[in-house]
């Protein structure tokens, strides 16, 4: 059976990475799981890791029931480079396809730049693995009850058109958190210019009360708008209620475009 790196950027004790993971062996993949130790939210495709003594850590997790005898590994690391270390012979076995996720909240538009989901399907396809970055759209705030079960059963049918596309082939894939019985067909769609969540930074100055000066700094408001979704968009689809698919580009350069001379 062709074999699934499951990674995610939530972490290694995340229920959307242990869903995906079955959902991957229901599929009939062989499955490993390698996950980040902690959270790598906004990592991207970033490499980093944590280097203690010429090396980063690794900890085989037996220990979670509900991976029902997957094996699992967490790294105190970003997921991107977890799957570049999968592409330099960590594993026995090279993997046939990344899955990342499945992330709590969607990741659309041209912010999936800075999606450590995504960033890990993206290292792959360097690798030449094709992959599918799979978010659940439940907003901001984490539901109680998420339907994970609604994701991952989507996973035969989007697994079997991806091996239809060239290897090293990244998708995005944005579910809808209801029923699966209220979920209408996939759509394919653009990525929006901008995503649904919008992340805005303020700078405060510093300022002198009666205790002295308070120092100024840079202050995170995120929040999510779906006004400016041009139709046919992932953005626009998802509030309309429709799981999506996107094909991202991986890397490249377009000759001729600067103007100068070869």
Do not use: K
Not at 103 to 108: D, E, S
Not at 189 to 213: I, K, M, Y
Request: glycine share 14%; with cysteine; net charge negative.
């Amino acid at each position: 059976m062709p074999l699934a790196l499951i990674t995610n950027d939530d972490g290694i004790d995340s229920p959307g990475l242990y869903a995906l993971a079955r959902g991957a062996r229901d599929a009939g993949y062989d499955v490993v799981v390698a996950a980040p130790a902690g959270d790598s939210s906004g990592a991207g495709a970033s490499v980093r890791s944590v280097v203690d003594d010429g090396h980063t850590a690794v900890h085989a997790r037996d220990d979670i029931g509900e991976l029902d005898g997957i094996e699992a590994f967490a790294v105190a690391a970003d997921p991107a480079y977890i799957v570049h270390a999968a592409g330099q012979g960590w594993f026995t076995r090279e993997p046939d396809v990344v899955l990342s996720g499945i992330n709590i909240g969607a990741n659309t538009g041209g912010q999936v730049l800075h999606s450590g989901t995504v960033g890990a399907v993206l290292a792959g396809a360097l690798h030449g693995w094709s992959g599918i970055a799979l978010s659940l759209s439940c907003g901001l705030a984490a539901p109680a009850a998420p339907h994970w079960a609604t994701a991952t059963g989507l996973l035969p049918e989007l697994l079997e058109r991806l091996r239809s596309r060239p290897a090293g082939t990244p998708w995005t894939v944005n579910v809808p958190d209801v029923a699966a019985a209220d979920l209408p067909p996939i759509r394919e769609a653009a990525l929006c210019a901008t995503g649904a969540v919008r992340v805005r930074v303020v700078h405060r100055a510093p300022e002198r009360g009666p205790d002295g000066v308070r120092p100024g700094g840079l202050r995170t408001l995120v929040s999510e708008d779906h006004s400016e979704a041009v139709p046919g968009t992932d953005v626009a689809l998802l509030a309309a209620g429709y799981p999506t698919v996107t094909e991202l580009t991986t890397l490249g350069s377009r000759p001729g475009a600067t103007g100068y001379g070869g």
